[in-house]
């Protein structure tokens, strides 16, 4: 098939998410999406509006060129672009063919390659990072050739640059840790600073979770059954779907969790029932490149979990965390692949104390990439 290539841009009402369901919509109504640049911000381009978002995307594509024009018109229009037939204006999508394959085409409705890509350094940048040494028919230059003659001095800023903040090396980090540990309090402070992708888990919406700590016999299987489908499709969903805007992603659990949880709430029968349907929806998530594990001693945990005040969790027991903790425990010395990180944060409220977390996010920051268990302790100020 033709390989497109496609400048997607938007710069009203939600410009992520319009610009994402394009892409995905392309995948699936004109072709398979090959490649996509990072995103990248620059000021509106030939009039006074708002910042656009810019990327490009390689298609390959079975229509011919004014069918994919079809397709992307109606693409702007279900996303809310309304063309006023008077030039540039603001627009929550809009779509550019840049290229198909080697063909020049001048009609009434559609130029390729596109007649103004050469002037558009907001074009150009994110070709460039998917397609430096493609040559533009048309042109004769590839579009790393291009780009270094543009003149257009429009500042296009790659919008994952944080040059001010300690670079993170990781893609996906994973918070993980016993009941009350402070996982989805840290994911979030990460997140947050870093404009990282944030997976949390759905768990206060699962209605068997109250009745377990009432019943836990009675309702620990259809709670670990639960909690799996829900978490695989969570993390099936979010990290299949690309994220341009975000630097790296940060999760507050991994489907793992489900596993460790099952072998502490499950009768033996129905734990290997339970782990035979776990390996085989295991083998579709993608693993973290940095497993972090936050520990605290049962009685710190038990403080956090009364302060946080949730009635389901009131019956927690010592015991029943010291269970988890070596589930958790178990898992870890039987890795050999994964990168895992160990955090002793027992008394660290890294919430009331700026340093503390500063010293978090420092640790990490440094963690090497190499597959292996680390551990280290943070002590707490008395």
Request: with cysteine.
């Amino acid at each position: 098939m033709p390989l497109a290539y496609l400048s997607l841009g938007a710069n009203t009402g939600r410009k992520r998410e319009n610009i994402l369901h394009a892409l995905k919509e392309l995948d699936k109504r004109a072709g398979t999406v090959r490649a996509v640049s990072p995103a990248y911000r620059s000021p509106a381009w030939g009039f006074d509006g708002a910042p656009f978002v810019n990327v490009t995307a390689a298609l390959d594509t079975p229509l011919e060129p004014e069918a994919l024009l079809d397709v992307i018109h109606t693409l702007e229009k279900e996303a809310g672009r309304r063309r006023s037939g008077r030039g540039y204006d603001n627009r929550p999508l809009d779509i550019d063919i840049l290229t198909y394959g080697d063909l020049v085409v001048q009609t009434e409705r559609l130029r390729i390659p596109h007649p103004l890509l050469h002037k558009r350094r907001f074009v150009l940048r994110p070709w460039y990072d998917i397609a430096p040494d493609f040559r533009v028919p048309g042109f004769d230059k590839t579009v790393g050739e291009l780009l270094s003659l543009c003149d257009d001095s429009t500042p296009v800023i790659r919008m994952s640059e944080q040059s001010e903040l300690t670079p993170i090396p990781f893609d996906f980090i994973v918070f993980e840790g016993n009941i009350g540990a402070g996982k989805t309090t840290l994911a979030t402070m990460l997140a947050d600073e870093y404009g990282a992708k944030l997976i949390t888990e759905r768990f206060e919406e699962n209605p068997f979770l109250p009745k377990f700590y009432e019943d836990p016999k009675r309702y620990a299987f259809p709670l670990e059954m639960s909690f799996l489908a829900d978490r695989y499709q969570q993390l099936i969903d979010e990290l299949t779907s690309p994220d341009l805007f975000s630097p790296f992603t940060v999760s507050d659990y991994y489907v793992i969790k489900s596993l460790i949880f099952a072998g502490v709430t499950l009768e033996d029968e129905e734990y290997e029932l339970y782990r035979k349907i776990f390996n085989i929806m295991y083998r579709d998530i993608k693993k973290p490149d940095l497993y972090v594990y936050l520990y605290r001693t049962t009685d710190d945990l038990l403080k956090n979990i009364a302060k946080r005040g949730r009635e389901y969790e009131k019956n927690i027991t010592a015991d029943y965390l010291k269970s988890v903790h070596e589930g958790y425990m178990k898992f870890i010395r039987s890795q050999r692949e994964l990168n895992v990180l160990i955090l002793d944060i027992t008394g660290v409220d890294f919430v009331a104390n700026p340093g503390y977390y500063r010293t978090i996010k420092d640790i990490i920051a440094h963690t090497p990439k190499t597959p292996e268990t680390r551990r280290i302790k943070i002590e707490a100020d008395e």
